[in-house]
């Protein structure tokens, strides 16, 4: 069974840092690419970053660029999310995604796997 847990979240005030981690169970996901999305209250779920984790390309949102870094452990089959100078636009569910392949597309239907989602709340 393919299990993607993610966790990390938190109420952090702006400028704040959170370290969001995604494990994933089922699979060893060298090959695989690895995203993080976020859906915000009323808004609809937008890519965040990802990595292709055989490459270690890395991609990211123009909103996080400078402030947020992906990084892969592939020994411990898990995806981090560093998250620096977090401001109150950032607060959202965070949710870690899994597709095959090296390419990292922002179309969320090219992802297979998903994780439970973790809340992540910025106040100003």
């Known amino acids: 069974e393919v299990q993607l847990q993610a966790s990390g979240g938190g109420l952090v005030q702006a400028g704040g840092s959170l370290r969001l981690s995604c494990v994933v169970k089922?699979?060893?996901?060298?090959?695989?690419?690895m995203g993080w999305f976020r859906q915000a209250p009323g808004k609809e779920r937008e890519g965040v970053s990802c990595?292709?984790?055989?490459?270690?390309?890395?991609h990211y949102a123009d909103s996080v660029k400078g402030r947020f870094t992906i990084s892969s452990d592939n020994a411990k089959n898990t995806v981090y999310l560093q998250m620096d100078n977090l401001e109150p636009e950032d607060t959202a569910v965070y949710y870690c995604?899994?597709?095959?392949?090296?390419?990292?597309?922002?179309?969320?239907?090219?992802?297979?796997?998903w994780g439970q989602g973790t809340l992540v709340t910025v106040s100003s």
């Open positions: 995604a899994a597709k095959w392949g090296t390419t990292c597309p922002t179309l969320i239907s090219e992802y297979s796997y």
């Open positions: 089922g699979f060893t996901f060298d090959g695989w690419s």
């Open positions: 990595i292709s984790t055989g490459y270690g390309s890395t």
